[in-house]
Structure formats: structure tokens, C-alpha cells
């Protein structure tokens, strides 16, 4: 019951944090997938291409299939996270996570103007690791995690 409250609260806050970009955005492309003026520099936005997602619709897209070890995930969450479920002033980026577990993640949605990217581990999709970035005006850096089922 308390790892459902502390769930719970996770995603409240994660809902609740918001963020403003000082980055000129173009957001003309057809599939909602925002770009910088600089081109791609965002890889979400390859991403985007890649699995056919629209980055700022709202709701639960599917992503990749391939997925990680569970023990990649847990390695994720209480060491390269460091047990933490809040961060401020984060340089981590989605590229950072690709590149530390493996793979793209399973599942995006975009709510209250933060991206949401969950990873579930192999024949596992009821546990689940969130990872929430929010543009700092740097880049879409790290904000908040939670996790479900992964120990």
C-alpha cells in the first residue's frame, strides 16, 4: 500500500511541475514533433520519426519493442539515478538513459508540457520505469522518475 501511495505522489508531482523554454521553437512539422532552429538537435525528435510518435499529443504512445533486462533497470534506478525520484538542475538527458540501458523506451506520453518515456523490462510489462524531462531552457534534461515493480 505505501509503494502505491508513493507511486501515487510520484505521478501527482510529476503532473504538477511545469516548464518554460527560452528556446525558439518550430513546431510546423506534421507529426507534432517539435525541432530546434539548430535542426535536430533534440533526439527525441528522431525518435519521434523513428516509432511514428507526436511528441506533444497527449496519451500514452507506444514506442519501441525491444526492451531491457530487468537487472538494467534496477541497476538504472538505485545507481545511475542514485534512488532518487527528483532532480534539479539535471544535465541527464533521454540520450544519456538510451545510451545507459540499451534501448529506446517502451511507452511516451507528453502531459502538463513534460516528456514521459517509460521503459519495461523483457516479458515484464507490468513493471515499469518512468523517467520525466522537462526543458530547463538547456535542452529537455531530467526531472523526476518512479518505478513500479522493478527490484
Not at 509503494?3 to 527560452?22: D, E, G, N, R
Not at 500514452?60 to 534512488?83: C, H, I, N, P, Y
Not at 525520484?85 to 523506451?105: N, Q
Request: net charge negative; aromatic share 10%.
Amino acid at each position: 500500500m505505501k509503494k502505491l501511495i508513493a507511486l501515487f505522489l510520484v505521478l501527482v508531482t510529476l503532473f504538477c511541475l511545469t516548464a518554460c523554454s527560452s528556446e525558439k521553437k518550430d513546431t510546423s512539422a506534421t507529426n507534432g514533433t517539435t525541432t530546434t532552429s539548430a535542426g535536430s538537435a533534440d533526439p527525441v525528435a528522431d525518435a519521434a520519426a523513428k516509432y511514428g510518435i507526436n511528441l506533444t499529443a497527449e496519451g500514452e504512445q507506444k514506442m519501441s519493442d525491444e526492451r531491457a533486462a530487468m537487472s538494467v533497470l534496477v541497476e538504472t534506478k538505485d545507481v545511475f539515478l542514485g534512488g532518487s525520484t527528483m532532480f534539479f538542475g539535471s544535465d541527464k538527458t533521454y540520450a544519456d538513459f538510451v545510451a545507459h540501458i540499451g534501448c529506446d523506451a517502451s511507452y511516451y506520453s507528453f502531459s502538463g508540457g513534460q516528456r514521459n518515456f517509460t521503459w519495461c523490462p523483457e516479458g515484464n510489462d507490468s513493471a515499469k520505469l518512468m523517467i520525466t524531462f522537462a526543458d530547463s531552457g538547456k535542452g529537455w534534461t531530467l526531472s523526476a522518475s518512479g518505478s513500479v515493480n522493478i527490484k
